[in-house]
C-alpha cells in the first residue's frame, strides 16, 4: 500500500512537471521575452583587412611603427602594454639606437628603489624593461578614470573575437546615440543612452564605454613617413601593432608552417614511391 501510494504521488508529480515543461513551452513559443537592449543593437565588428591577413600574409614593419605612435601619443596615458619591453620594437624595425631613446624618452619611468635610502624611486627605461604602466596600481588606474579600470592592450586581439577587426570598429564605431539606428532602422531607446562619463559605442558589448573617444579627429598623430593620419588610417594601424604584442612571432610561425607543410608532402610522395617500390614484385 506504501509502495503504491509513493508510486501515484511521483507519477503525479511527474505529470505536473511534464505539463508544466509543456506549458513553458508553449508561451515561449507564442510570446517569445524580448531581446535584450545590448542584442538588439550591438553591432559585429567591420570588415577590415591587414597586410598579416592570411596564410601567406606578413607584418607591415612601417604599418607597425605608425601603429606604435598612435599607441604611444593616445593610448600609452592610459592602458599599460606590460608583456612588450622596449627591446622588443627593434622586432619592427627600430635600429638600437632608436630603441634606447624610445626607452630612456617614455612618459612614465620605470619604478625602482634609491640604492642609497632604499626608498621607493623612478628612471629612466633601459632597453631589457617592460613597458611601464601609466599608473602606480589598480587603485590609482581607476580613481583616474572614474573607478573603470583600463586593460592592458598586450593581448587585447586574442582576448576579443576577430580581435584586430574589434579594435578597429570600437575605435571607429563612436556615435551618437540619439541618431543611431539598429541593423533594422529601430532607434536606439532613451534608457539605453549612456549615462554620465559614459560614450555610445554600437562596437562595445553592452553599447556604452568608460573610455571617451580616444581618436577623435584626423592629423590627431603626425606619421613620420608622411602617411595621411585620417581616422581610420590611425585605427587600422594601431590595431594591426596591437596584433603584433599579442602575435609577435607570427611570421616566423608562418614560415616554419610552410617548410613543415612542404617537407610533409615531399616526405608522403617519398614513402608513397619507396612502397610501389618495395611492393612492386609482390603482387600475386
Known amino acids: 500500500m506504501v509502495r503504491l501510494g509513493a ?9 505536473w512537471l ?19 537592449v545590448e542584442y538588439q543593437f550591438a553591432l559585429h565588428p567591420k570588415e577590415v583587412s591587414f597586410a598579416h591577413d592570411g596564410l601567406f600574409g606578413k607584418y607591415d614593419n612601417q604599418q607597425l611603427q605608425r601603429g606604435f605612435k598612435v599607441y604611444k601619443e593616445v593610448c600609452a596615458a592610459c592602458h599599460s602594454l606590460n ?30 628603489i634609491n640604492p642609497d635610502t632604499g626608498e621607493a624611486a623612478t628612471r629612466p627605461g633601459l632597453p631589457t624593461d617592460k613597458i611601464p604602466s601609466p599608473y602606480p596600481n589598480e587603485t590609482a588606474a581607476r580613481a583616474a578614470n572614474n ?19 574589434y579594435v578597429y570598429s570600437l575605435l571607429t564605431g563612436y556615435t ?18 549612456p549615462g554620465p562619463g559614459l560614450s555610445f559605442n554600437p562596437y562595445f558589448p553592452n553599447l556604452n564605454i568608460a573610455m571617451a573617444q580616444p581618436l577623435a579627429s584626423d592629423g590627431q598623430v603626425t606619421y613620420d613617413d608622411g602617411t595621411k593620419s585620417t581616422v581610420s588610417q ?3 594601424d594601431v590595431s594591426a601593432f596591437l596584433t603584433w604584442t599579442a602575435e609577435p612571432k607570427m611570421n616566423q610561425r608562418k614560415q616554419a608552417g610552410w617548410a613543415a607543410l612542404i617537407f610533409l608532402i615531399v616526405f608522403t610522395g617519398l614513402a608513397w614511391m619507396s612502397y610501389k617500390q618495395i611492393w612492386a614484385d609482390k603482387r600475386s
Open 18 to 36: 511534464l505539463i508544466s515543461a509543456g506549458f513553458t513551452t508553449y508561451e515561449m513559443i507564442t510570446d517569445p521575452a524580448e531581446k535584450p
Open 176 to 193: 551618437d546615440p540619439a541618431t543611431f539606428k539598429n541593423e533594422e532602422g529601430k532607434p536606439l531607446p532613451k534608457e539605453a543612452y
Open 7 to 15: 508510486f501515484l504521488v511521483g507519477l503525479f508529480m511527474a505529470g
Open 234 to 236: 590611425m585605427a587600422k
Open 83 to 112: 608583456q612588450i619591453a622596449f627591446r622588443n620594437f627593434a622586432e619592427i624595425g627600430y635600429s638600437e639606437e632608436q630603441v634606447k631613446a624610445i626607452a630612456k624618452d617614455w612618459p612614465t619611468q620605470v619604478p625602482s
Open 147 to 165: 573607478n573603470a579600470l583600463p586593460p592592458d592592450l598586450s593581448l587585447i586581439t586574442k582576448a576579443r573575437h576577430n580581435g584586430p577587426a
